[in-house]
């Protein structure tokens, strides 16, 4: 019914930025404004992490390894949410997938979200 699709990843070197794209489709129609967004990675051999969220108020939140490096942003006319990069390192090579929220669970938790999209490879070169 949902479908979230990324794109934008690519390998760039550190220090370098990306932004990253992630359009929803609904086939029920369902306004995608009202829903929590967030954005996760996950790197070879370890657990999917959370990167950030952005609510149905624009409001955002960030894990700590990327605060003031990365800003989650949403166009809601496009059904788009977008996650600019900056100031890359090579830990921040992973997948990286967009998510939509299903309810009130701390969104830190991958059990949090119902859909997700494929992912899209981001690689960072020292």
């Known amino acids: 019914q949902v479908q979230l699709v990324e794109s934008g990843g690519g390998s760039v070197q550190a220090g370098a930025s990306l932004t990253l794209s992630c359009v929803r489709s609904d086939a029920l129609g369902r306004s995608f404004g009202q829903y929590d967004m967030a954005w996760f990675r996950q790197a070879p051999g370890k657990e999917r992490e959370f990167v950030g969220v952005i609510n149905w108020s624009k409001r955002t939140v960030y894990a700590d390894s990327v605060k003031g490096r990365f800003t989650i942003s949403r166009d809601n006319d496009k059904n788009t949410m977008y996650l600019q990069m900056n100031s890359l390192r090579p830990e921040d090579t992973a997948i990286y997938y967009c998510?939509?929220?299903?309810?009130?669970?701390?969104?830190?938790?991958?059990?949090?979200?119902?859909?997700w999209g494929q992912g899209t490879q981001v690689t960072v070169s020292s």
């Open positions: 998510a939509q929220r299903a309810g009130s669970d701390s969104f830190f938790s991958v059990d949090s979200y119902n859909y």
